[in-house]
């Protein structure tokens, strides 16, 4: 099983820039949830998806933040512009029915935004 | 909404000891699971333990095992024969299984175990 799927790994980029993340989840998962990791938040929840349909995106910080999944084994989370403070790690996790099943995270993308 | 507290910032272990961190919830909730997770300095999060609310049995795993006390909202982590391997901040994490807030996980702020050789 080849578990929760991201890229980049790391991800350095200029203020301005946008900046896209990917994820792929675990074959057969139908649920996607996307988390923000900083020293001053701990984790935070940006954003999930159940069957594809974003369910709460309250967590998303502001409009500069948009999440997708166009199918079931793709999702990705673009910063456009991005800002040095959403320098952070960014994980993508899965699990198999919303709420009742373990989330299983990938490795995160560690972006930092000069 | 619900809150999950880690009161250890951190917490040491001579290796091959036992070691037992902290946790404790707020929820208005009868149905959830609890979760321990581990993330190495790899920032690999990976999952220790899961907790049933509704199972009256405390979950084990090995070396890992929990004491689940729900009346009191308490749910501690106990690492028998702490190994280096173990090294890793250990967070705590809360899914409500219902209401507004069904398929959130939300994560104490965690706890740094180091063990020592």
């Known amino acids: 099983d080849a578990g929760v799927i991201q890229s980049p790994r790391h991800e350095v980029t200029e203020m301005g820039q946008e900046v896209t993340l990917r994820c792929k989840p675990i074959?057969?998962?139908?649920?996607l949830f996307w988390y923000r990791q900083t020293m001053m938040r701990g984790l935070e929840l940006l954003i999930y998806?159940?069957?594809?349909?974003?369910?709460?995106d309250s967590g998303m910080p502001e409009d500069r933040f948009s999440a997708k999944m166009p199918n079931a084994s793709f999702s990705t989370l673009k910063i456009q512009p991005s800002e040095p403070r959403d320098s952070a790690v960014y994980f993508c996790?899965?699990?198999?029915?919303?709420?009742?099943?373990?989330?299983?995270f990938g490795p995160g993308t560690r972006l930092l935004v000069l | 909404a619900q809150t999950v507290t880690q009161s250890q910032p951190e917490m040491s272990v001579q290796e091959a000891e036992t070691v037992t961190l902290s946790c404790t919830y707020d929820?208005?909730?009868?149905?959830?699971?609890l979760f321990w997770y581990k993330q190495p300095p790899s920032r690999q999060m990976i999952l220790v333990i899961r907790?049933?609310?509704?199972?009256?049995q405390n979950a084990t795993e090995n070396r890992f095992s929990v004491n689940f006390q729900k009346a009191a909202k308490s749910f501690s982590l106990k690492i028998s024969d702490s190994q280096l391997g173990d090294t890793a901040m250990y967070f705590c994490?809360?899914?409500?299984?219902?209401?507004?807030?069904?398929?959130?996980?939300?994560f104490g702020q965690g706890t740094i175990l180091t063990v020592h050789p």
């Open positions: 996790a899965s699990s198999s029915r919303q709420g009742q099943e373990t989330q299983y």
């Open positions: 074959s057969g998962h139908n649920s």
């Open positions: 998806f159940n069957n594809n349909v974003p369910i709460d």
């Open positions: 929820t208005s909730e009868n149905n959830y699971y």
């Open positions: 907790q049933e609310a509704y199972k009256q």
């Open positions: 994490a809360f899914n409500n299984a219902g209401g507004t807030s069904y398929g959130k996980l939300t």
